[in-house]
Every structure is written in C-alpha cells, then in structure tokens.
C-alpha cells in the first residue's frame, strides 16, 4: 500500500468507528487532522472523499458579462463553491451580436472583468451564446468540465427546449440562486432614467426619484412611466453577502499597505487595471469607498448609479483588492493613515474629477505633505462617465431591447418562488 492508501484505509477505520461511538472517535479524527494528516479546513462539513480526490472537480459557467455587475459575481461565487475550479465561458462579440445586438463593453474588457473576479480559476474567450451539443461534448471532453452550473432563471433556445436539457439528462448539471435584486436591465433602467431627467429642464420632482433608484429605495412609483424596464433596485444588502465577498483577512506582519480611494461606480475595466497597478505597490491593497452623499456632492444628484453597499460587493469581487472601507472620507487623514498603517496613498491619471489638485482644499494634502502620495498612470481610458455614454448612444436600440426584457424580467419577479441556496 502506498502512503496514499494507508491513510485513506486510516480514516476508512476512524469513519466506521465513528458510526458507532460519535464522540470518541470525534476527537480522534480532530487529533489525526490536527496532527496535519489531513487537511484541515471541510473534513466535517464537505466530507473527506471529496477533498482526498486526487482529480479536482472541474465547473463551468458561461454568460456574456456586459455591463458586469456584482450580480454576476455573487454567481461566480455561488458556481465555485460547486467545484474546485471555475470555468468560464465568455460569448464573443460576434455571438452576442448575432443574438441580441451590440453589446455594450467589447470583449477585451468583458474579459478583464471576468479575470479579475477572485472566484475564476479560467477563462474561455469564445463560448457560443446557446450551449450546443457540440460546445458541451468539448467541455466534457477536452476541458474535463464535470458540471455545468446555471442559474434558477429557465434558459430556453429559440426552438422552445431548454438548453441544458442534455446536461441534466448525463446528470452533469447543477443550478443556482440568482442573486436577488439586481440585473443589467434594472441598471440601464436608472442610467437611462438619469439621462431622461438631465434632459427636462424642470427637474425638481425628477431628480428626487432619480435619487430614490439609485439609492436602492424599492418606493412604488407614481410617475407611473415604464419605458426603461424594471426601474425599482431590488437590492437586499445583508451582512452575510458581505462577509461572503470578504477576504476574511487582515495584512500580515510588516505588510507594505496602499490605499486607494473613489466612487468605483459601474465596476469597469479602468477600475480593474488601476486596482492591479495599484496592488502590485505593495503587498495589501485597502480601498476607501466614497458614500453616495460624497458621490452625489462631487459628481452631481445624479450620481452615483450604484449605492454604496453595491459598489463595496463589486470593488471585493476583485482579486487584487484585500480590504475596502464601506463609506470612505474624502480627505485622506493623518489618522486613517495611522489607523490602517498605510504606507502609500495612490491615485489614476484617469478619473472622473482630476481637479482636485488645483482646489483649495486638495484631499491628499496630508498623504503629499508625508511624501507617500503617488500618481498612477492609468492604464485604460475608461470612467464611469464612458460608460453611461456608450449607453445612451445606443440609447434607443437599449431601450427597445429594454423594454422586451423588462417584460420577462417582470414575469420572473411575478412568478418567483423561494429557492434555497445562497
Ligand atoms: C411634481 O410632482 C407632482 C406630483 O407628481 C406634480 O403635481 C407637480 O406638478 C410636479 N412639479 C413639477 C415642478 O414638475
Ligand atoms: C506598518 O507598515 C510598515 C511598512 O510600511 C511595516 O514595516 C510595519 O511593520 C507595519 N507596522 C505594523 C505594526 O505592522
């Protein structure tokens, strides 16, 4: 018997016993793993055959991650937590035009997001928009996927079957919880809303319900207009999606820590690289997220599309990010720098307000006066501000296509049943 198999036969033993005198052997086994046999974490929730498998289990997920949001996250998430390894399968542009139209962000960045999310073992960058047999045949075969992983929303091909019937028939599909809350509709709804009020020159009554979406206030509407889809952010913040987005981790001994501040609204691919820029300076990256009345008073009523708890989920999703103060002041403090040991305060050359330099009251004054500030090339031209631009250019082919989804999106909501999962 090789080493393997001895202590496989080990624990073979201790189980049997187990099934007999409960406590006993309960802290034997607890002695056996502390005694680093074997691995410590999930030996009693997860079960020790999964974890001993020499081969790890493999899952994929696919989808066109336009305009990404922590939604898309919380299903990465949930699809790891699945397997050992995360899959996904990005749709090309070409795919996605063929389908439904232009999407929004182009591959490149689409691709970017999708990396960065700290659940992503791998990347496929042209999955087909409808899973074919043909596509699943290649994932079993030739990427040793072990099961495909949807969400609780009916996936159904044009010809009226649903698309993963053949995965479910091989018994190699899993669903999850969609998360709740949150779509790319209901966010191009409150962009499309915003630009329609900028629009009309008396806009007292409608800023005020701008700001009502995009702080996630689910108030019924008496303005009663519908065009944009589902226009009420279903967004349920809780503690625990929180702590399950967190890193659960504090900087080590002597750790090198940088800090980095801003809105971060509409998570992009700007967002992304500066965050990895910014976290190879040092070895723990601390993000300040900026609460929406900051947002607001600085980028004006309409901002920020995202409330802050959203903006804190899609800022952890990222890989390069350790930490991120929920609701972070604008100035830079000598406290907050002693507070969290930070060594270095950073900033991009790209963003949204780059005129802080020249106001009275610069908020890195005490960062600069310390000599530990640092200006960041950024490395993709990209803001928030592009983002809703490149909506409303296509503004009305969104608003069509909206409008279509915000049908089915309304059906779900109307028909939706308690689903276990997390
Ligand atoms: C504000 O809204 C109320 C009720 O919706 C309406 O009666 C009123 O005319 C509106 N005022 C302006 C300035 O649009
Ligand atoms: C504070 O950060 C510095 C690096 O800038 C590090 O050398 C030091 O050990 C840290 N202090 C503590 C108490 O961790």
Not at 155 to 175: E, M, S, W
Request: with cysteine; hydrophobic share 35%.
């Amino acid at each position: 018997m090789g080493s393997d198999a001895i202590e496989k036969h080990l624990v073979v033993k201790l189980l049997a016993t187990c099934l007999v005198g409960g406590v006993v052997v309960g802290v034997s086994l607890f002695g056996l793993y502390s005694g680093g046999l074997l691995p410590p974490q999930n030996v009693f929730s997860q079960g020790i055959w999964k974890r001993r498998r020499k081969k790890p289990i493999r899952v994929y997920m696919d989808g066109c991650f336009d305009m990404m949001h922590y939604g898309h996250c919380n299903a990465l998430r949930q699809a790891r937590a699945l397997g050992d390894q995360l899959v996904v399968g990005v749709v090309s542009d070409a795919e996605i035009i063929a389908n439904k139209g232009p999407p929004v962000t182009p591959l490149k960045e689409r691709l970017i997001m999708v990396n960065a999310v700290k659940w992503v073992d791998e990347v496929i960058t042209d999955a087909p928009y409808a899973i074919t047999e043909e596509f699943m045949k290649k994932l079993f075969d030739e990427y040793k996927i072990d099961y495909i992983i949807h969400g609780d929303d009916p996936c159904i091909l044009p010809d009226g079957t649903d698309a993963y019937a053949l995965a479910k028939k091989a018994g190699r599909y899993k669903q999850i919880k969609r998360t709740e809350g949150v779509s790319s509709t209901d966010i191009v709804g409150r962009m499309l809303l915003c630009v329609r009020e900028r629009s009309v020159s008396d806009s007292h009554n409608h800023s005020s319900l701008q700001r009502q979406f995009s702080h996630g206030h689910s108030q019924k509407l008496e303005d009663g207009g519908s065009a944009s889809g589902t226009r009420i952010s279903h967004f349920l913040p809780t503690s625990r999606r929180i702590v399950q987005f967190s890193n659960m981790k504090g900087p080590g001994p002597d750790a090198h820590i940088v800090y980095i501040d801003g809105a971060f609204d509409l998570f992009h691919a700007g967002h992304v690289e500066i965050l990895r820029l910014a976290r190879g300076l040092g070895d723990f990256l601390l993000v300040g997220i900026h609460t929406d009345q900051t947002v607001s008073a600085t980028r004006g009523l309409h901002r920020p599309i995202m409330n802050l708890h959203e903006r804190s989920l899609s800022v952890l999703a990222c890989r390069y990010v350790d930490e991120v103060i929920i609701g972070a002041p604008w100035e830079v403090s000598k406290d907050m720098i002693t507070t969290f040991n930070i060594s270095l305060v950073v900033h991009g050359t790209i963003a949204e307000n780059n005129d802080f330099q020249k106001e009275k009251c610069n908020p890195y004054d005490v960062p600069i006066s310390m000599g530990i500030f640092k200006i960041l090339e950024s490395p993709l031209d990209i803001t928030t501000t592009t983002i809703i631009r490149r909506i409303v250019s296509n503004h009305e082919a969104y608003q069509k296509r909206n409008e279509k989804k915000g049908e089915s999106e309304k059906r779900y909501y109307a028909d939706k049943t308690y689903v276990s999962g997390d």
